[in-house]
């Protein structure tokens, strides 16, 4: 939808109503770290260690009996489409050096998919199952997931805490359930405990990301049973589901959806029918200015491109700003193509994984007509599980899943040279005629977060953030927050400076270009409490350089997470020569559990772009750890000044904690929200009590708050906004703001 404006005499709220789409907030997994690059970006020469990937590998006959007398010599491991020498081999329990005959498994229920009917007969299959299944030797978890994720039982033998935790459970439709919580487990078992602390989950896919990067560390191949009704998918949402399949297969995890429906009608599968679009949905499809961002760039120039940027692509596919990891930096890549128009540079779309697309993840499947369950056959197929529906016979589908924990081979073969931030498409051959092989699809390689740890200009970006030597780039910081967890935040680093301060020499005929950033959170005392850094290279032909230099101002963006407390955030840039910058902001995180009534910081942007359409990469971003500022459809990018023009289409990004919304009949939540001008102390704009009912998702606690800014009626000067929630029984977040300028 196109922003609107309404005139102040109307005291209307002016807001971008967008259509919402969820991206909670949670870690990507990292991939193992690699050796580093030279600060020049030239590759290096030797690798001091490789990379092994394990591969779990299911092989079965035409009969579907699992097929146990294969030897090393009868697999082959492609890796990219190259055949790789396979190092470590070994079949069922012997398959892991650590606890070689224990298993694990997962039993997750996916109560906000589940009908209230459903719920019992799965809980009722997975009591069952517990009492045939648990043992010294398989250790189960049990999860419940309604809008958040909850670790009911960590893993454990007991059956009977098993059992009362699968038995007990509750669903986001209200409290008519009573859920009670137990996270303790068997003495030296694994915990997944902090999983749970990613509370903003609020889509399955992140819910399930979570968990994953939480089973990382506990050895061997572990098992996620899906207990859910399926839901149908959208293309937007393909992302989301790349970034699962490639977390579940860092971690080892092979998903096996169980759809608790049992023989539905294909009726009752079918999608339905899609609302005739609004009038404002029609505007956003005809928007010229918001349909021109094609993909998310993680370093733009901070103002709307007259001509929409063309995709990078991998190899020579002409010159652009080069970067690794979307949002936490990357290693030298390919250049990305720019987009121009009439010698004006556009906006540097140099998306992360370029050299493989995160898509080549996704399994190829048949159109089976049933909705619901396309998303089911491919997490099972991605990852390496199989998907059970159309049976009621839910305790037989549980008991193949069991038989399975001991029925795969593991195949370890060392990482081919490929650069850190790319995807790897794997697939595995078996020479025995009329086999099935089942396998993961393939992984991407999410970059570091610290790209300069090691390296010289470490040593001097450490030096000037403490204080020593003289800054001459100008520009801007800004760091807004929000909450990720239980006394916990995401903080995003927004950073404006001139262009003109990249340092560009020649090199093999092109202008070549570096970007070094180090970001640290000191504490008291100056104790270092989180830090970041980050490596980008610029690499242009001689019209694509005089596009860049016409350009004023760089963004840049990236994000770290901390604990609540009372911060300075310096960041210290270089861009080649002696060109140095140095920015300092104090932030201030209140105490928050997780369960009481707040609200984030205020982040403010004029680059406002649909999320839709960004399925490559959104898988990208949550791959590299950036979770997207977004709400009702829109992706907002944190401006690195809050000092804006009247041409600009400027948008404020908050997000309200309510725990009441979980519940089946929760009070009404609204908000309210002024400019001030600081200089008069007038209010020059006020919406009243706004109902926030058009942000909010069906028992989730978060809401996205996606309003825009009536930047064009508001004559020069310095501004703050003002904005506080509040319910119907009189509960009240703290007032939030923050200062911008209208030039």
Same mark, same amino acid.
């Given at each position: 939808m196109a922003l609107r404006r309404i005139a102040p005499a109307a005291a209307l709220l002016t807001l971008a109503l967008f259509a919402w789409m969820a991206w909670p907030s949670t870690r990507a997994q990292q991939a193992p770290a690699a050796a580093q690059q030279s600060p020049t970006g030239a590759p290096a020469v030797l690798r001091a260690e490789s990379r092994l990937v394990r591969v779990d590998v299911v092989v079965t006959d035409k009969k579907g009996n699992y097929v146990r007398d294969l030897t090393a010599k009868d697999f082959h491991v492609f890796d990219n489409d190259k055949e790789q020498s396979i190092v470590n081999f070994s079949f069922g329990?012997?398959?892991?050096?650590?606890?070689?005959?224990?298993?694990?498994?997962?039993?997750?229920?996916?109560?906000?998919?589940?009908?209230?009917?459903d719920q019992p007969r799965a809980r009722k299959a997975a009591l069952q199952f517990i009492?045939?299944?648990?043992?010294?030797?398989?250790?189960?978890?049990?999860?419940?997931?309604?809008?958040?994720?909850?670790?009911?039982?960590? $893993?454990? &033998?007991?059956?009977? =805490?098993? /059992?009362?935790? *699968? #038995?007990?459970?509750?669903?986001?439709?209200?409290?008519?359930? !009573?859920?009670?919580?137990?996270?303790?487990?068997?003495?030296?078992?694994?915990?997944?405990?902090?999983?749970?602390?990613?509370?903003?989950?609020?889509?399955? $896919?992140? &819910?399930?990301?979570? =968990?994953? /990067?939480?089973? *990382? #560390?506990?050895?061997?191949?572990?098992?996620?049973?899906?207990? !859910?009704?399926?839901?149908p998918i959208t293309p937007e949402q393909q992302g989301e589901i790349e970034a699962t399949i490639s977390i579940c297969n860092q971690s080892n995890v092979a998903i096996y959806p169980l759809d608790v429906r049992g023989l539905v009608s294909s009726a009752r599968n079918q999608q339905p029918p899609t609302p005739q679009a609004s009038a404002r949905d029609m505007q956003v499809a005809k928007d010229t200015e918001l349909r021109q961002f094609e993909s998310q760039p993680r370093l733009v120039l901070a103002s709307y491109p007259s001509e929409p940027a063309q995709k990078g692509g991998g190899g020579n596919a002409g010159g652009g700003g080069s970067r690794g990891g979307t949002g936490t930096g990357g290693t030298t890549q390919p250049p990305a193509t720019i987009g121009t128009s009439g010698g004006s540079t556009g906006v540097y779309t140099s998306p992360a994984f370029t050299q493989t697309n995160p898509q080549m993840l996704l399994p190829t499947l048949p159109d089976t007509g049933a909705t619901n369950q396309t998303v089911l056959d491919e997490l099972a197929n991605g990852t390496g599980g199989f998907p059970i529906y159309n049976t009621n016979d839910l305790l037989g589908g549980l008991s193949k899943i069991a038989e399975e924990q001991n029925e795969y081979y593991l195949l370890g073969y060392s990482s081919p040279d490929i650069p850190d931030n790319a995807c790897h498409r794997v697939h595995v051959k078996v020479d025995r005629g009329g086999t099935s092989v089942r396998s993961r699809t393939g992984y991407c390689n999410a970059p570091p977060k610290d790209m300069l740890a090691g390296q010289p200009i470490e040593k001097e970006l450490e030096a000037r953030a403490s204080g020593a030597g003289k800054e001459n780039i100008g520009g801007s910081l800004e760091t807004p927050f929000v909450y990720s967890g239980p006394n916990r935040a995401r903080v995003n680093v927004a950073l404006d400076f001139p262009s003109s301060a990249i340092d560009f020499s020649k090199d093999k005929g092109k202008y070549h270009g570096e970007l070094n950033v180090l970001g640290i959170a000191y504490g008291p005392s100056n104790t270092v409490a989180a830090r970041f850094s980050d490596h980008v290279t610029f690499d242009f032909e001689k019209e694509e350089w005089k596009g860049f230099t016409e350009k004023p101002i760089l963004h840049y963006d990236n994000q770290f997470e901390i604990p609540s407390g009372q911060y300075r955030?310096?960041?210290?840039?270089?861009?080649?020569?002696?060109?140095?910058?140095?920015?300092?902001?104090?932030?201030?995180?209140?105490?928050?559990?997780?369960?009481?009534?707040?609200?984030?910081?205020?982040?403010?942007?004029?680059?406002?772009?649909?999320?839709?359409?960004?399925?490559?990469?959104?898988?990208?971003?949550?791959?590299?750890?950036?979770?997207?500022?977004?709400?009702?459809?829109?992706?907002?990018?944190?401006?690195?000044?809050?000092?804006?023009?009247?041409?600009?289409?400027?948008?404020?990004?908050?997000?309200?904690?309510?725990?009441?919304?979980?519940?089946?009949?929760?009070?009404?939540?609204?908000?309210?929200?002024?400019?001030?001008?600081?200089?008069?102390?007038?209010?020059?704009?006020?919406t009243g009590a706004v109902d926030a009912e058009k942000f909010i998702q069906k028992g989730n606690p978060v809401v996205p708050l996606g309003l825009s800014v009536p930047i064009d009626q508001l004559p020069p000067g310095p501004y703050r906004i003002d904005i506080q929630a509040f319910d119907a029984q009189g509960s009240k977040t703290p007032i939030r703001s923050v200062q911008f300028a209208a030039e």
């Amino acid at each position: 939808m196109a922003l609107r404006r309404i005139a102040p005499a109307a005291a209307l709220l002016t807001l971008a109503l967008f259509a919402w789409m969820a991206w909670p907030s949670t870690r990507a997994q990292q991939a193992p770290a690699a050796a580093q690059q030279s600060p020049t970006g030239a590759p290096a020469v030797l690798r001091a260690e490789s990379r092994l990937v394990r591969v779990d590998v299911v092989v079965t006959d035409k009969k579907g009996n699992y097929v146990r007398d294969l030897t090393a010599k009868d697999f082959h491991v492609f890796d990219n489409d190259k055949e790789q020498s396979i190092v470590n081999f070994s079949f069922g329990s012997s398959s892991t050096n650590e606890s070689p005959d224990r298993h694990y498994l997962v039993l997750f229920f996916d109560d906000s998919t589940m009908s209230i009917g459903d719920q019992p007969r799965a809980r009722k299959a997975a009591l069952q199952f517990i009492d045939a299944n648990v043992g010294p030797d398989r250790a189960i978890a049990v999860v419940d997931f309604a809008g958040t994720l909850k670790i009911a039982q960590n $893993f454990t &033998a007991d059956a009977g =805490l098993l /059992k009362k935790a *699968a #038995g007990t459970y509750t669903t986001s439709l209200g409290p008519d359930r !009573t859920f009670a919580a137990s996270t303790i487990s068997s003495p030296g078992a694994p915990s997944i405990l902090s999983a749970e602390d990613d509370f903003a989950v609020h889509n399955l $896919f992140m &819910a399930i990301r979570s =968990l994953a /990067k939480n089973l *990382a #560390g506990i050895p061997g191949r572990k098992s996620l049973v899906l207990f !859910t009704d399926g839901f149908p998918i959208t293309p937007e949402q393909q992302g989301e589901i790349e970034a699962t399949i490639s977390i579940c297969n860092q971690s080892n995890v092979a998903i096996y959806p169980l759809d608790v429906r049992g023989l539905v009608s294909s009726a009752r599968n079918q999608q339905p029918p899609t609302p005739q679009a609004s009038a404002r949905d029609m505007q956003v499809a005809k928007d010229t200015e918001l349909r021109q961002f094609e993909s998310q760039p993680r370093l733009v120039l901070a103002s709307y491109p007259s001509e929409p940027a063309q995709k990078g692509g991998g190899g020579n596919a002409g010159g652009g700003g080069s970067r690794g990891g979307t949002g936490t930096g990357g290693t030298t890549q390919p250049p990305a193509t720019i987009g121009t128009s009439g010698g004006s540079t556009g906006v540097y779309t140099s998306p992360a994984f370029t050299q493989t697309n995160p898509q080549m993840l996704l399994p190829t499947l048949p159109d089976t007509g049933a909705t619901n369950q396309t998303v089911l056959d491919e997490l099972a197929n991605g990852t390496g599980g199989f998907p059970i529906y159309n049976t009621n016979d839910l305790l037989g589908g549980l008991s193949k899943i069991a038989e399975e924990q001991n029925e795969y081979y593991l195949l370890g073969y060392s990482s081919p040279d490929i650069p850190d931030n790319a995807c790897h498409r794997v697939h595995v051959k078996v020479d025995r005629g009329g086999t099935s092989v089942r396998s993961r699809t393939g992984y991407c390689n999410a970059p570091p977060k610290d790209m300069l740890a090691g390296q010289p200009i470490e040593k001097e970006l450490e030096a000037r953030a403490s204080g020593a030597g003289k800054e001459n780039i100008g520009g801007s910081l800004e760091t807004p927050f929000v909450y990720s967890g239980p006394n916990r935040a995401r903080v995003n680093v927004a950073l404006d400076f001139p262009s003109s301060a990249i340092d560009f020499s020649k090199d093999k005929g092109k202008y070549h270009g570096e970007l070094n950033v180090l970001g640290i959170a000191y504490g008291p005392s100056n104790t270092v409490a989180a830090r970041f850094s980050d490596h980008v290279t610029f690499d242009f032909e001689k019209e694509e350089w005089k596009g860049f230099t016409e350009k004023p101002i760089l963004h840049y963006d990236n994000q770290f997470e901390i604990p609540s407390g009372q911060y300075r955030v310096t960041v210290v840039i270089s861009t080649g020569g002696q060109n140095f910058g140095k920015y300092e902001n104090q932030i201030a995180i209140d105490s928050f559990d997780g369960k009481q009534f707040a609200m984030s910081a205020i982040a403010l942007s004029n680059q406002i772009q649909p999320a839709s359409g960004l399925d490559s990469a959104t898988a990208a971003e949550l791959l590299a750890d950036r979770i997207p500022l977004v709400a009702q459809g829109m992706e907002i990018l944190p401006s690195g000044s809050n000092r804006f023009s009247k041409s600009d289409k400027v948008a404020l990004y908050a997000q309200v904690y309510d725990p009441d919304l979980a519940n089946s009949n929760p009070a009404s939540l609204q908000f309210v929200y002024r400019v001030v001008n600081t200089q008069t102390g007038e209010t020059v704009f006020s919406t009243g009590a706004v109902d926030a009912e058009k942000f909010i998702q069906k028992g989730n606690p978060v809401v996205p708050l996606g309003l825009s800014v009536p930047i064009d009626q508001l004559p020069p000067g310095p501004y703050r906004i003002d904005i506080q929630a509040f319910d119907a029984q009189g509960s009240k977040t703290p007032i939030r703001s923050v200062q911008f300028a209208a030039e």
